[in-house]
């Protein structure tokens, strides 16, 4: 037999207001299980209820409107010392997106702080290569055609003035000088390119 909504006994897993059972409330349930005229699913319900820690408002009501008004308590007295009862909510889930995009700022603050950790350990990996921009680059040429030039005029004044006036030794000597200023500014650019410690920490080692 079906009851209508009037006397629909819910669980306390059906969505609505639950309550605590206390023993107010457990001493109308008894009373009401042995009840003549209550119908008989109220009475079922009633028992069933008595063993429950909770118990749904709405399926209380029904029963205490089911039963007998002279055998029935006032109803504030009935909840009197009642504790509402609210369910914890489920876990909201998490996206797969949401998840990977999680995981990702994980690896990332993960790997943040171990090169943070390791920064005083590991060596810089920062170098600085020669002739790195073009003001680096030209300032190069001019100071190798400057140091060429000069070279030159002075192999070129020296041999006129061993040799006398004559052109071609001084012409050899010229060439000789600008030979050597070239030999003298690669071996300064081999040195300079060679030294493994930079300007920087050249600079740091100088500082008390």
């Known amino acids: 037999m079906q009851m209508d909504s009037a006397t629909e006994v819910r669980t306390t ?22 009840e003549r005229h209550l119908p008989p699913e109220l009475k ?3 028992s069933r209820l008595l063993s429950q820690d909770n118990v749904h408002y709405a399926s209380l009501r029904s029963i205490w409107t089911g039963s007998q008004p002279s055998s029935r308590p006032e109803l504030m007295l009935l909840l009197s010392g009642a504790e509402f009862v609210f369910p914890t909510p489920k876990p909201r889930e998490k ?8 995981r990702k700022l994980e690896e990332l603050a993960e790997r943040n702080a171990y090169q943070e950790l390791v920064k005083d350990i590991t060596p810089s990996k ?3 290569e020669p002739f790195s921009s073009y003001k680096d680059q030209l300032g190069f040429g001019l100071h190798v055609g400057l140091t ?4 030159y005029l002075v192999g070129y004044a020296a041999f006129r003035a061993l040799f006398g006036h004559s052109p071609a ?3 050899a000597g010229g060439i000789l000088g600008l030979v050597g200023a070239m030999l ?10 060679s030294d493994p410690a930079p300007k920087s920490n050249r600079t740091k080692l100088k500082k008390p």
Do not use: Y
Request: no cysteine; aromatic share 6%.
């Open 13 to 34: 897993n059906s969505p609505g207001l639950i309550i605590k059972n206390t023993d107010s409330i457990r001493l109308f349930l008894r009373s009401a299980s042995n």
């Open 44 to 46: 079922d319900a009633a």
């Open 95 to 102: 996206g797969k997106e949401l998840k990977a995009r999680l």
């Open 126 to 128: 920062e170098t600085t």
């Open 148 to 151: 060429m030039f000069t070279g």
């Open 169 to 171: 030794m001084s012409a």
């Open 184 to 193: 003298l500014e690669t071996l300064l650019f081999i040195i300079r390119t």
